[in-house]
């Protein structure tokens, strides 16, 4: 009969020591949770303040583009890139053209072209407008819009 009740005793032990754990572990989950809630909720509010820093940048770019103050840069002035640079130029926008071909600087900038089927009085009627920059310094990058 002691033999049983020691059992039973052993058994009844092992049994608040398991609710005992299971407790720790729910209440350890439990604050991992809030933790993980706060985070989240720490990280929407990130994103919140990203968003609207975003939305605040395009409406300033789309402002410029209304207005025409937008500076425009165009990385490269081959086939593709000078008649870009010409038209948004032409169009009033404030343009600068880079390339790392520093022979084609002084060309543009003399007005003349270095592509058949651009006519170099476009180049030079551009250029003379001062709405169209032609350069190989790249740090000047940060100047565009």
């Not at 754990?21 to 993980?36: M, R, V």
């Not at 994103?47 to 410029?64: A, D, F, G, Y």
């Not at 165009?74 to 890139?81: A, D, N, P, T």
């Not at 270095?114 to 350069?135: G, L, N, P, R």
């Amino acid at each position: 009969m002691f033999q049983s009740l020691g059992i039973c005793l052993n058994i009844f032990t092992n049994f608040v020591t398991v609710i005992k754990l299971s407790l720790k572990i729910n209440i350890k989950a439990s604050l991992i949770c809030e933790q993980a809630n706060s985070i989240k909720k720490k990280d929407t509010s990130i994103r919140s303040i990203k968003s609207q820093r975003v939305n605040r940048m395009q409406n300033q770019l789309l402002k410029k583009i209304e207005n025409k103050t937008a500076v425009i840069g165009i990385i490269g002035l081959g086939y593709v890139g000078l008649p870009l640079a010409l038209e948004y130029a032409s169009k009033g926008f404030k343009t600068i053209g880079f390339d790392i071909d520093v022979r084609k600087i002084p060309i543009i900038k003399s007005g003349k072209s270095y592509i058949k089927h651009i006519k170099e009085d476009k180049i030079k009627k551009t250029v003379d407008s001062k709405k169209f920059f032609a350069t190989a310094d790249f740090s000047r990058l940060p100047e565009a819009d």
